[in-house]
């Protein structure tokens, strides 16, 4: 079983930057596909970007946002550049007990609180 827990959301000027981060416990780290997704008020969950170690990415966020992760760190990153206010949501981070990501929620096996992101125009 693993513990995730997400930091780093706040309120920022459209065109600025973030950076989240999900601290993971409980389970052996590397041997998890990992990923971001995204809920806006009345919308469903949305894939932002998976990390296996090979990376994926929305359309919606391509050439903007970059998955990391660092095993030694038990952490996820997701750096979100040149922040729009379609951007604005609660994102979440999941982790899959499989080597292969997957870009649906449902897919997941555990799930952190979320971290609310705010951007303003």
């Known amino acids: 079983q693993v513990q995730l827990v997400e930091s780093g959301g706040g309120l920022v000027q459209a065109g600025g930057s973030l950076r989240l981060s999900c601290a993971a416990s409980?389970?052996?780290?590397?041997?998890?596909?990992m990923g971001w997704f995204r809920q806006a008020p009345g919308k469903e969950r949305e894939f932002v970007a998976a990390?296996?170690?090979?990376?994926f990415y929305g359309d919606s966020v391509k050439g903007r946002f970059t998955i990391s992760r660092d095993n030694a760190k038990n952490t996820l990153y997701l750096q979100m550049n040149t922040l729009k206010p379609e951007d604005t949501a609660v994102y979440y981070c999941?982790?899959?007990?499989?080597?292969?990501?997957?870009?649906?929620?449902?897919?997941?096996?555990?799930w952190g609180q979320g971290t609310q992101v705010t951007v303003s125009s």
């Open positions: 990390i296996t170690p090979g990376t």
């Open positions: 409980g389970d052996t780290f590397s041997t998890y596909a």
């Open positions: 999941a982790a899959r007990k499989s080597r292969i990501a997957s870009t649906t929620a449902r897919n997941y096996d555990y």
